[in-house]
Structure formats: C-alpha cells, structure tokens
C-alpha cells in the first residue's frame, strides 16, 4: 500500500515569493491533515479535512496561508507570500475517521521549506 | 498550543537498555499515540492508547496511561541503535476526535 505523499521535498525561496505543497493521502482515506513543525518542536495542525471540508482551520494564518482538498482527495497547501518565520517542516498526514472511531494518522516524509 | 510535554527532553543510553519517556497532558483525551521520527523523515505511528485502556503491548514497547494524573510512559525495552530518533505523544481530545496535539518530544539516542 502507498503511502502518503509530499512534494516537493525541499523547497528553498526568496521571502516576499509565493509556494505550494502538494499532498496525495493513503487511498480511502477521509481525513487530511496539514501541520507545520519547527525544529526542535512537535507537530502542530494547520487545517484538517474530513472529505473536501475544512472541520478545523483555527490554527492556519488565513491572511497568507491557504489550503485546498480537491474531490476529496490530493490537497495543496499554499502561502502567498512567505515570510521568514515560514521557514519550517509542512507534513502532511491522512486517516479515516468516522463517528466516534479514530484511525491512526500516516505522515508523508514533510516539505522542508526554507525562506531567504 | 502544544498539550502534551516530554521528559525528559533528551535521553542517550546504551545498546541493550531500557528507555522510559514520559508525556503529561493537561485535558481530557479520547485517546493517547506515540509516534517515532528518524531525523529528517514524516513521523512514524507507534502505539494507540485509548482513555479507556492502562497499558498496552507492541513487540518491544509498552506503552501505560494515566488518567487521573493525566500521564503516560513510553518503554523500550532492549534497546537498539536504530531506536535512535525523536519521540512524540500526540493526545486525541474533546469533542473533535482525530484532532491530534503533539508534544514537544524527547530525543533518544542509542549508542551501540
């Protein structure tokens, strides 16, 4: 079975510019996950999907971030433009929740991103 | 905001020991993962603990939880030098199941 997957790996851009990850999750799953981890730090979410429907997207800066799950399946996940704090890990992770029932979550290797 | 704390925060042992790291949370849970990260690497699922549940079993890992002290071990037993990595408790909370909050994580390193 695939597993979830990123691209790109690494990403290294001019502050000011824009940049785009893209996300495939684990087939059938219904759950998608956007964190952001700092170095030294444990993940934090950004946004979680359940289908194409952003549940949570408390912790995603919408000023200059933003996030889309096409039918429900790949997602990307953009920032216009970047700051230098942006630089950091963006993993993305699938499940399949449901009811009161909780999946394990399956993190794709990350995007390293980093802002000059 | 970041639930869950490990301790310690760095732990450097032989090949051959045993592990413990420990993960406090400060609100109710549903239920209570690890997961492992290699250096550089997504992260890796390790155990799931439910709220309902003391401890738990995987191969060599044991995993304990407390709820009325809102505390959980994680135990390597054996050690091995490919145990090396960064580990996390993620605490599964509220109303919102699947929403995860990662702790800080302790890093193990295992010295062959």
């Known amino acids: 079975e695939a597993g979830v997957v990123q691209s790109p790996r690494y990403k290294i851009i001019e502050k000011k510019q824009p940049v785009a990850f893209w996300c495939n999750p684990i087939?059938?799953?219904?759950?998608l996950y956007w964190y952001l981890q700092n170095l030294g730090q444990g993940p934090e979410l950004l946004i979680r999907?359940?289908?194409?429907?952003?549940?949570?997207d408390s912790q995603l800066p919408k000023d200059r971030f933003s996030a889309e799950r096409l039918k429900g399946v790949d997602s990307t996940l953009k920032i216009q433009p970047a700051e230098l704090g942006d630089s950091a890990v963006y993993l993305c992770?699938?499940?399949?929740?449901?009811?009161?029932?909780?999946?394990?979550?399956?993190f794709g290797p990350g995007t390293r991103l980093t802002v000059l | 905001s970041q639930q869950g704390e490990e301790d310690p925060q760095a732990l450097s042992i032989q090949e051959g020991e045993n592990a413990t790291m420990n993960c406090s949370y400060k609100?109710?849970?549903?239920?209570l993962q690890w997961y492992r990260q290699n250096s550089g690497r997504g992260l890796v699922h390790l155990i799931l603990?439910?709220?309902?549940?003391r401890e738990k079993h995987s191969g060599r890992l044991r995993v304990t939880l407390d709820t009325s002290k809102k505390s959980s071990s994680l135990l390597i037993t054996a050690s091995r030098a490919a145990d090396t990595a960064s580990y996390f408790c993620?605490?599964?909370?509220?109303?919102?199941?699947?929403?995860?909050?990662f702790g800080q994580g302790t890093i193990l390193t295992v010295h062959p």
């Open positions: 999907y359940e289908n194409e429907e952003a549940v949570d």
């Open positions: 087939s059938g799953h219904n759950t």
């Open positions: 603990i439910r709220s309902n549940e």
């Open positions: 609100t109710s849970i549903n239920n």
């Open positions: 992770a699938s499940s399949l929740v449901f009811a009161e029932n909780t999946d394990t979550q399956y």
């Open positions: 993620a605490t599964d909370g509220g109303t919102s199941y699947g929403k995860l909050t």
